[in-house]
């Protein structure tokens, strides 16, 4: 069965009217959210991540990811499917660089207090 998470997703845009900016339920198959000191989105083949897709304007953008310690983020285009089935394409923020993966993570964790 495939596991599943929550994240959250932006469509860029230019001011848009009110209508257009309600937050919408989506999911990213193929995805999933990990968390660890920083939460990020990983290709996880078989899952699915689940979130809400908001329609922000750049400057809502900078205020969200211009301060300090999130510059760590990148942005990345990926695809997810809305409650209504239609795929859009939308922008994640995803670490630079992607943690290990949990199972490495879980090894590393049990040997250090085997010790």
Do not use: F
Request: with cysteine; proline share 10%.
């Amino acid at each position: 069965m495939p596991s599943s998470t929550a994240s959250t997703w932006t469509t860029p845009c230019l001011p848009a009217p009110a209508s257009n900016r309600a937050p919408r339920k989506a999911c990213a198959h193929g995805y999933a959210l990990h968390i660890g000191q920083r939460a990020t989105l990983v290709k996880a083949p078989g899952s699915i991540a689940w979130g809400v897709v908001y329609s922000l304007t750049p400057d809502d953008l900078a205020v969200l990811y211009g301060a300090p310690g999130l510059e760590v983020y990148r942005p990345e285009e990926i695809e997810v499917t809305l409650e209504n089935r239609a795929i859009i394409p939308v922008r994640v923020y995803n670490l630079a660089q992607a943690p290990a993966p949990m199972s490495a993570i879980r090894t590393t964790r049990r040997s250090s207090r085997q010790r």
